[in-house]
C-alpha cells in the first residue's frame, strides 16, 4: 500500500545509547518531516526537509541529526539518548503540488 | 503562520452533526485553513482545507466566515470512529512550509 513507513514501531533505549529512526515513503513527495508527541500534547517540528538535499531545523532540534537519503527516505538520528526524548516520533511527507500530509504510524520510543 | 484557538474539548452525540470551532484572527490573505485528525495516537489525518469559499468532500464540510477570521469543520453524522483530537491549523502553501500544530480540540462522540 501507498503511503509513509516507519520503522521500528517500538524501541526502549538505555540512556546515552544510539540509534535511527527509518522513514520512507513511495509516493513521489518531495517534502518530508519529523515530528515529536509527548503525552497530551500536539506535534512537535524537530526536522524538516523542503526537497532531495537540504534540511532544516524545526521546533525541537537539539539532541537529533537527519539524513534526507534520497527522495524516498528520511532518517532521525539519536546520538546519545535521554530520557527527556521519550516521544512517539511522526514521520510525514507532503507532494511538490497539494499541499497536504501522509503521516506514517508513528515509532514510540522509550528511553531509560 | 497565524495561530489558531480552538476549544479543548467537546462532546457529541452519535448520528448528530458536530462543529468544531477555529479562531484565526490573525491570518493573512494566502493562508489557508487545514484539518487535520488523530485518532488515538496514530498518524494525523488530513480531513479538509480552503482558503475562502466552503468546501466539502466525504468527511466533512468546512465553513469560513467572510473576514476569515474563524472558520467552523462539520461532521455531518458523527459516529464513535470520529472519537480523535481536530487540529485547525493556518498556513501558506509553499515546499517545505511546515504544519505547526497546536493542541487541536478532543472531540468525544457519545453513543
Known amino acids: 500500500n501507498a503511503g509513509v513507513t516507519q520503522t521500528p514501531k517500538f524501541q526502549v533505549l538505555k540512556t546515552g545509547q544510539s540509534m535511527t529512526l527509518q522513514c520512507a515513503q513511495d509516493?513521489?513527495?518531495?517534502?518530508m518531516y519529523w515530528y515529536r508527541q509527548d503525552p497530551g500534547m500536539g506535534l512537535r517540528l524537530i526536522y524538516y526537509?523542503?526537497?532531495?538535499?537540504?534540511?532544516d531545523k524545526g521546533e525541537v532540534p537539539n539532541g537529533y541529526n537527519v539524513s534526507r537519503l534520497n527522495k524516498r527516505e528520511f532518517s532521525l538520528r539519536l546520538e546519545s539518548a535521554a530520557p527527556s526524548q521519550t516521544s512517539v516520533y511522526f514521520c510525514?511527507?507532503?507532494?511538490?503540488?497539494?499541499?497536504?500530509?501522509?503521516f506514517g504510524s508513528g515509532t514510540r520510543l522509550t528511553v531509560v | 503562520d497565524a495561530k489558531t484557538t480552538q476549544p479543548p474539548s467537546m462532546d457529541c452525540a452519535e448520528g448528530r452533526a458536530a462543529n468544531l470551532p477555529c479562531n484565526h484572527s490573525?491570518?493573512?490573505?494566502?493562508?489557508?485553513v487545514y484539518w487535520y485528525r488523530q485518532i488515538h495516537s496514530q498518524g494525523p489525518q488530513y480531513i479538509i482545507h480552503?482558503?475562502?469559499n466552503n468546501e466539502t468532500n466525504e468527511m466533512a464540510s468546512l465553513i469560513i466566515t467572510e473576514d476569515r477570521k474563524s472558520s467552523t469543520l462539520i461532521l455531518p453524522h458523527a459516529t464513535l470512529r470520529d472519537t480523535a483530537v481536530y487540529y485547525c491549523?493556518?498556513?501558506?502553501?509553499?515546499?517545505?512550509?511546515?504544519?505547526?500544530f497546536g493542541g487541536g480540540t478532543r472531540v468525544l462522540v457519545k453513543p
Open positions: 510525514a511527507s507532503e507532494p511538490l503540488q497539494g499541499w497536504i500530509y501522509t
Open positions: 509516493m513521489n513527495h518531495n517534502s
Open positions: 526537509s523542503a526537497s532531495e538535499g537540504t534540511t
Open positions: 490573525t491570518i493573512s490573505g494566502n493562508e489557508y
Open positions: 480552503g482558503l475562502k
Open positions: 491549523i493556518v498556513r501558506v502553501e509553499a515546499a517545505g512550509n511546515k504544519l505547526t
